[in-house]
Structures are given as structure tokens and as C-alpha cells.
């Protein structure tokens, strides 16, 4: 294809997925592109439409009439991947991001995986056959799960654990663990008497009472979608304590609307608050190249989903993820969690050789490349909802903000900060810094569904 054949190609595809909401957010577009235009990464990122119109084109001999429609994660990436803490209380490190999930080849998930390191190793300038042992290795973690499923009896017990890791996944979980919830209420909130409420800042906008009645009306009907065995078991946990509109997106996300919601926890006791996030749901890009019409009449719509794909994905699911419509639109509901870390990809340089069959480390080798960030934030702390990116922002001050999950869905709170462990708030965004893929399944479908893609994690 001539250069300006692939130009155009780029541009239409771009503005037919998003002109309805560039033309309602364009200042959030505006950064989204200019973002993706400094940085090969952020372009991959941001430019999943572009993927699928490349791929879904192509000869695909690796799958047939029963795995060419099963779930897939749709945006599998280099950072998406991260710690979360899963329904039973365990610190698990999988797949998170969940807003392009979809049905369609499972060799779609590994393709991108797959070139997200290659986008990587060539921007940290790596040789050519180090990029290809990294790919290589990936695959073949891959297949070695894949085979150790065929083994087992109950392929759904599968997680990164802390009790089976080790190395920098190891290290993040720990980094997780030592997470107190105060410290993410103290960043985000303030007290204001005896109540706790959303802090005011650059990127927070209060609600006018219509509007207000409206997002509590939506929440009312969120709280039926959460499944019975993953209610908390007092009403008291759910009372909405505050809520405030959001913005400031980040690549994934741009001009999606969000509110960020405070509800009251375990106890009225001010430091078992939680911060849920609600944001509109998007299409997945996915869905614009594949004949959609018997897929789509299993939902309600695109927060329900992203939703039922993420329980169907993962066997231990947030308890609070869950859905809701508001102005006849789907908004997915989730935790803004305190437990979730990244690792870094900035440091990545040379494959490491301490495996079997590598070479002894020798001294003056690096360590591995993949260790937790730690920093502080320079700047304004913002309030999450849901999706975008933490690659976003130029400067090395700025990108300590950028792995912070909660950047990406507005609320500023102006107040100086301290050192502290970089960490994200939700499953959404596509941005996480992860080793490489390592498959399970889950157990949730609705009837009549295909099972789960064995490359979506477990």
C-alpha cells in the first residue's frame, strides 16, 4: 500500500470510530491525538480500530468453525496487566481493561500481545533477535499454559499468586499488599466535618440536583446487576455518601463521560469509605469488522458487555463491578481499588540470561528491567472513572503520573503529595506494564454464549 494510501486509510478509520465523540469532547481529542502522534506506544494504544481493520482482513489458518468465535480480551497489550484484588481477598496479577472484550479469533489477542513487545523492544532500540527471544518466550508460556489446562481437572483455579511468583510480579503483589485504603481516601477526598467528601480541583465538576437525582437513579439500578453472591451483606456498605461529575481522560478513553461516587463501605466509620467510579461504556473496536448482529442481541447494551465478558474472563471478578444505564446509555460501575500496581517498561534493555539454560548473571549485568516504579507525583492528584492511559504525558515528572490508573478520570485535588508507590484505580484503561500472558478461564457465560478465548487470562 503507497504511504498516502495508508494516510487515508488511517485517517477515515480514525474518524469513523470516533467522530460522534470528537465532536462532543474535542479539547479531549485533541490531547488524545497529540499524545498518539509523540509517542509509537500511545499510537498502538489508542489506535485499536486501525488493528482490527488490518487484521480481521487476513488469512487466519490457525483457527476454524470453533475457535473463530470465542471471547477475546481485544485489546491485549504489554500494559495491560497489573494487580487487582479479586473477590475471594486474594492479590491476583492478570489481565485488567476489559472495554474491548468481544468475540472473535483467539489469534487476534496473541497477534496484538505480540507486537506490543515488539513496539517496545524497538523503542528501547533492542536487537532485533532479543525482540524475537522475548516474543518467542511469550509463546511459549503460552502453549505450556495451554497444555497444563488440558491436564488439569479444574482449569479455573489458575492466578499469579504471591504465594507462586516470584521476580518483579512477585514484587508488585507485595508492593500491593502494604496499600492502605486511608492513604487513597487522604489523596482523593477530604473531610469536611464528620463527612468525607470528594476534594475540589482542576477536572471535578459538582452536580446540579437534576443531574444528581439522575446518576443516584442510575446507581439504584447498578446495584441490581451485581450478582447475589458478590453482595456485600449490609445495605449500609452501599449508601452514596458523595458524587461528582469527572473528566480528564486519558488515549483510551478520551471524551467519555464519568462520575466518581462515594459510598459509605463496611462501616460509618470515615476510613472504610469506597470510591466507585461510573463511566459510559464505549463500542469495541472489534465489533466494527465482524458481523455482529447474533453477538449483540445477548446484551443490553455496551456496559453490560464489558460487564458479562469480564465475569466471563475472570473467575474472581471486583464485587463491586456491575452496570447501569443512564440518558438510555450504558455505564459500567466498578471499584476504584488501591491495590492495583504496575510494572515498568521504561527500564526494559536486554533480555535476561539467569534462566536455565542462560548464562550465569555476570557482574556489571542489569537487574531486570521490569521493577515497580516508585516516585513522586508531581502535580495535581486526579479522581478516576474508568479506561484510558498512563503512557500520556511527556517529561519525566509526568510520567509518574501517567502509570496512575486514577489519572485518567479527572478529580484534581491540589494539596501537596508524598513519595509514595505508584498505583492504579480501576480495570479499564489500556495501560498496565506486564511480563508476558499467561492464559485461564472462567466459568461465567450466558446460555448459548462461546466459551472464553484461553488467551484472555484467568
Keep these: 500500500m503507497a504511504k498516502g494510501d495508508r494516510s487515508t486509510l488511517i485517517i477515515e478509520t480514525l474518524t469513523e470510530a470516533f467522530a460522534p465523540l470528537m465532536k462532543a469532547a474535542p479539547h479531549a481529542f485533541r490531547t488524545k491525538y497529540r499524545k498518539m502522534a509523540a509517542d509509537p506506544f500511545a499510537f498502538y494504544r489508542g489506535s485499536a480500530v486501525l488493528f482490527y481493520a488490518d487484521v480481521t482482513h487476513l488469512e487466519d489458518p490457525w483457527v476454524d468453525e470453533r475457535t473463530e468465535r470465542i471471547w477475546i480480551h481485544g485489546d491485549l497489550h504489554a500494559e495491560n496487566f497489573g494487580t487487582y484484588l479479586n473477590s475471594d481477598g486474594r492479590l491476583v496479577f492478570d489481565i485488567n481493561d476489559f472495554d474491548e472484550a468481544y468475540i472473535g479469533h483467539y489469534t487476534w489477542d496473541l497477534m496484538r500481545f505480540a507486537?506490543?513487545?515488539?513496539?517496545?523492544?524497538?523503542?528501547?532500540?533492542?536487537?532485533?533477535?532479543?525482540?524475537?527471544?522475548?516474543?518467542?518466550?511469550?509463546?511459549?508460556?503460552?502453549?505450556?499454559?495451554?497444555?497444563?489446562?488440558?491436564?488439569?481437572?479444574?482449569?479455573s483455579d489458575f492466578a499469579l499468586r504471591l504465594d507462586n511468583t516470584t521476580g518483579p510480579v512477585h514484587d508488585a503483589l507485595q508492593h500491593a499488599r502494604r496499600v492502605r485504603r486511608a492513604d487513597l481516601l487522604g489523596e482523593l477526598t477530604v473531610r469536611d466535618g464528620a463527612v468525607r467528601r470528594f476534594a475540589e480541583g482542576t477536572g471535578?465538576?459538582?452536580?446540579?440536583?437534576?443531574?444528581?437525582?439522575?446518576?443516584?437513579?442510575?446507581?439504584?439500578?447498578?446495584?441490581?446487576?451485581?450478582?447475589?453472591?458478590?453482595?456485600?451483606?449490609?445495605?449500609?456498605?452501599?449508601?452514596?455518601?458523595?458524587?461528582?461529575?469527572?473528566?480528564?481522560?486519558?488515549?483510551?478513553?478520551?471524551?467519555?463521560?464519568?462520575?466518581?461516587i462515594l459510598v459509605e463501605g463496611t462501616s460509618q466509620a470515615l476510613d472504610n469509605d469506597v470510591v466507585l467510579s461510573m463511566k459510559q461504556a464505549n463500542i469495541p473496536a472489534l465489533s466494527r469488522f465482524?458481523?455482529?448482529?447474533?453477538?449483540?442481541?445477548?446484551?443490553?447494551?455496551?456496559?453490560?458487555?464489558?460487564?458479562?465478558?469480564?465475569?466471563?474472563?475472570?473467575?474472581?471478578?471486583?464485587?463491586?463491578?456491575?452496570?447501569?444505564?443512564?440518558?438510555?446509555?450504558?455505564?459500567?460501575?466498578?471499584?476504584?481499588?488501591?491495590?492495583?500496581?504496575?510494572?515498568?517498561?521504561?527500564?526494559?534493555?536486554?533480555?535476561?540470561?539467569?534462566?536455565?539454560?542462560?548464562r550465569p548473571p555476570r557482574p556489571g549485568d542489569r537487574e531486570d528491567p521490569l521493577r515497580l516504579r516508585r516516585g513522586q507525583r508531581a502535580g495535581p492528584r486526579r479522581l478516576p472513572g474508568r479506561g484510558g492511559d498512563r503512557r500520556d504525558a511527556a517529561g519525566p515528572a509526568a510520567r509518574v503520573h501517567r502509570l496512575d490508573r486514577r489519572l485518567r478520570h479527572g478529580v484534581c485535588a491540589h494539596r501537596p503529595r508524598r513519595p509514595r508507590v505508584v498505583r492504579r484505580g480501576l480495570p479499564r484503561g489500556p495501560d498496565r506494564r506486564r511480563r508476558h500472558l499467561i492464559v485461564g478461564s472462567g466459568p461465567a457465560r450466558p446460555a448459548g454464549m462461546p466459551r472464553a478465548s484461553p488467551s484472555a487470562g484467568s
Design 115 to 155: 507486537a506490543s513487545l515488539a513496539l517496545l523492544g524497538w523503542q528501547k532500540a533492542l536487537p532485533e533477535a532479543e525482540v524475537r527471544r522475548l516474543i518467542a518466550r511469550y509463546v511459549k508460556a503460552y502453549l505450556a499454559q495451554l497444555n497444563s489446562y488440558v491436564k488439569a481437572t479444574d482449569d
Design 290 to 358: 465482524v458481523d455482529t448482529e447474533a453477538i449483540d442481541a445477548y446484551f443490553d447494551h455496551e456496559a453490560h458487555r464489558t460487564v458479562i465478558s469480564q465475569r466471563a474472563l475472570q473467575v474472581h471478578t471486583d464485587p463491586l463491578l456491575g452496570h447501569t444505564t443512564l440518558g438510555g446509555v450504558g455505564y459500567v460501575v466498578a471499584e476504584v481499588s488501591p491495590y492495583e500496581v504496575d510494572l515498568d517498561w521504561d527500564n526494559l534493555t536486554r533480555a535476561r540470561r539467569d534462566g536455565p539454560g542462560r
Design 204 to 260: 471535578t465538576r459538582q452536580l446540579g440536583k437534576a443531574e444528581r437525582r439522575k446518576v443516584l437513579e442510575a446507581f439504584d439500578g447498578y446495584l441490581d446487576s451485581i450478582p447475589e453472591s458478590k453482595r456485600f451483606d449490609r445495605k449500609l456498605f452501599y449508601e452514596v455518601v458523595d458524587v461528582v461529575g469527572s473528566s480528564g481522560f486519558g488515549i483510551g478513553s478520551a471524551g467519555l463521560p464519568a462520575y466518581s
